[in-house]
C-alpha cells in the first residue's frame, strides 16, 4: 500500500506556472504508475497527465505542451509542472497512484489550483 500527500497547490494568475508535488510513502515506488487527475466544480474528475514507472508520460489534450509530468524514484516523489495556465485549469489536483501487477489505485488528498484571469 502508499500514501500520498500533494502539496503546491495555491493562486495564480492566467499565463504564470505551477509546480505541484505528490510525496508517496510505502514501498516499491517504482513499480506504480503515477499519474495527477482534477476535478473542477461541477464536473467529472479526469485525467491529466500520467507516468509509468518506465517514464513513458500521457497527457490530456487540453494540457498537452503546457503541462509536465516527471518522477523522481529515489525521492518517491512525482511532479506536474504546469506552464501557461488558464482559468479552465483551476480544480482540485489529485495524486493517483496505480500499482502495475495488482492495478490497485491509491489516492492523496487533493491540493486546490486556482487560476485567476
Known amino acids: 500500500q502508499v500514501q500520498l500527500v500533494e502539496s503546491g497547490g495555491g493562486l495564480v494568475q492566467a499565463g504564470g506556472s505551477l509546480r505541484v508535488s505528490c510525496a508517496a510513502s510505502?514501498?516499491?515506488?517504482?513499480?506504480?504508475?503515477m499519474g495527477w487527475y482534477r476535478q473542477a466544480p461541477g464536473k467529472q474528475r479526469e485525467l491529466v497527465a500520467a507516468i509509468t514507472n518506465g517514464g513513458s508520460t500521457n497527457y490530456a489534450d487540453s494540457v498537452k505542451g503546457r503541462f509536465t509530468i516527471s518522477r523522481d524514484n529515489a525521492k518517491n516523489t512525482v511532479y506536474l509542472q504546469m506552464n501557461s495556465l488558464k482559468p479552465e485549469d483551476t480544480a482540485v489536483y489529485y495524486c493517483?497512484?496505480?500499482?502495475?501487477?495488482?492495478?490497485?489505485?491509491?489516492w492523496g488528498q487533493g491540493t486546490q489550483v486556482t487560476v485567476s484571469s
Open positions: 493517483n497512484a496505480k500499482q502495475v501487477f495488482t492495478l490497485n489505485m491509491y
Open positions: 510505502g514501498k516499491s515506488f517504482s513499480i506504480y504508475t
